[in-house]
């Protein structure tokens, strides 16, 4: 059962029966004047959220309130705002008075080189009850805004914040009233999640904005060693990371501080192609505040897939040939082997879902199915039919089309093959597969 921090001892709950408003209906509602939050008994206590092994919110927080007098009974939505403290929360309100041309009020606050912070946060939680229990990761969230707190420099510090809930009935506007703001000590909690880093350079346009075509992920949370897999146009390979987009001059890893290219050579003699077992190179970070903006380059090179794994533990990267998504051809000419890697279908282009082929395939052993993995008979099958049993078809010069059924184990099966070689595309967005005699 989850811990809950109570901040009240007890609660001002509207009395029983009290119906919700029809909003803004005669009688009109009467502008409240006064709405409590209560402060806690111990003010000055430590709220601690934590987190179990999946990353999951062990606590709640609650937080309760009086009933504001509309002159009729009726329950207004409550919501929860949060600032660093009780000035913010005024700064934030003489805001909301800025005419919408000079501004939306949503000004922010700088340090020096920290990050630009907003000035209030509302929590994404709403209720009609004036017991107020909101889970500990969506209380944290709002708080972890407010102070720019992430996985990476999050501590154990405890954070002043101060809350304020607001009521308002549904459709009136004007019954909307802000309560009394009261301040509490928070040991925030950050939900940990894989962090990113962008690759950024020629064969995104040098989109430091971020592209998320382009991103390589922690393999695990918090181990900094980030791996992806790329098709690099040919003459587009150029380009170095950022650990946050949008600033050319923050958070960047590269080859050298300076901003230029550095070709990638094999010996001393500069490369067109990966070695087939990769190659391994030193990256720099950001220091202080000097960008590491140089490049990796190969300026001959000829396009295809790149495997890279970026390593901030040891300041390395590694780039090596990438490998295509691959689909298995499990048959008579394969020898039923359902552990051969041998006859395998590539994928044309990242993400296209259309796996490609050509086998010779020996007369009267035209008879098979496809596996999206190895190892099993019964997972990942890919056939002509449910039942398993051959399908019997005729494969032309032309090219003859026919439906693919997931987890089916029906087999393709051409009784008049009479030998050669068969080039093959499997479409898994349309779930058709074409076979066509070369």
């Not at 001002?12 to 029809?22: F, K, N, P, T």
């Not at 101060?162 to 459709?171: G, L, S």
């Not at 394969?334 to 007369?363: C, H, V």
């Not at 035209?366 to 019997?392: C, H, T, V």
Request: hydrophobic content about 40%.
């Amino acid at each position: 059962m989850k811990n809950k921090l109570i901040i009240s001892a007890a609660a001002l709950v509207a009395a029983a029966g009290l119906a919700s408003c029809v909003a803004d209906t005669e009688p009109r509602l009467q502008k409240p004047t006064e709405f409590v939050l209560n402060t806690p008994p111990l003010a000055d206590q430590l709220y601690v959220f934590d987190a179990d092994a999946a990353g999951n919110a062990l606590n709640d927080i609650t937080f309760t309130v009086s009933q504001p007098d509309y002159g009729v009974g009726c329950t207004p939505n409550y919501t929860v705002q949060v600032a660093r403290s009780v000035e913010d929360f005024a700064k934030w309100d003489e805001l909301q008075n800025i005419p919408a041309e000079d501004g939306d009020g949503e000004e922010t606050v700088a340090d020096g080189d920290e990050p630009v912070l907003p000035l209030a946060s509302m929590v994404d939680f709403t209720t009609t009850n004036a017991t107020i229990t909101i889970n500990g990761e969506t209380f944290c969230v709002a708080v972890n805004e407010i102070y720019g707190l992430t996985l990476t420099n999050a501590k154990d510090a405890p954070h002043p914040v101060a809350v304020r809930v607001r009521a308002e009935v549904a459709n009136a506007p004007y019954s909307a009233i802000w309560s009394n703001p009261i301040t509490i000590n928070v040991r925030s909690y950050v939900k940990p999640v894989p962090d990113k880093i962008w690759l950024v350079g020629a064969p995104n346009n040098w989109a430091i904005a971020g592209d998320p075509d382009w991103v390589l992920e922690e393999t695990v949370i918090g181990n900094k060693l980030y791996v992806g897999d790329f098709t690099i146009p040919e003459g587009q390979f150029m380009f170095r990371f950022y650990d946050e987009p949008g600033a050319w001059n923050k958070f960047s890893i590269g080859s050298q501080l300076d901003d230029a290219p550095i070709d990638i050579t094999v010996d001393g003699t500069a490369i067109s192609t990966l070695p087939a077992d990769g190659i391994t190179l030193p990256c720099i970070q950001t220091v202080g505040n000097q960008a590491a903006q140089g490049s990796w380059n190969i300026a001959g090179w000829k396009g295809g897939k790149v495997h890279i794994e970026v390593n901030l533990n040891k300041n390395t990267v590694l780039f090596a040939p990438g490998q295509s998504r691959k689909i298995y051809v499990v048959g008579a000419f394969t020898g039923f082997n359902i552990n051969s890697e041998e006859y395998a279908l590539s994928e044309t282009d990242d993400n296209s879902n259309i796996y490609t082929g050509t086998f010779n395939i020996p007369a009267g052993q035209f008879e098979f199915r496809f596996y999206s993995q190895l190892g099993e008979w019964d997972k990942g099958s890919l056939g002509a039919g449910e039942p398993d049993e051959n399908f019997p078809i005729t494969v032309s010069a032309a090219g003859s089309t026919f439906d693919v059924v997931a987890d089916g184990k029906g087999k393709w099966n051409d009784s008049s093959w009479a030998g050669g070689e068969c080039f093959i595309s499997l479409d898994m967005k349309t779930k058709k597969v074409t076979f066509q005699k070369l």
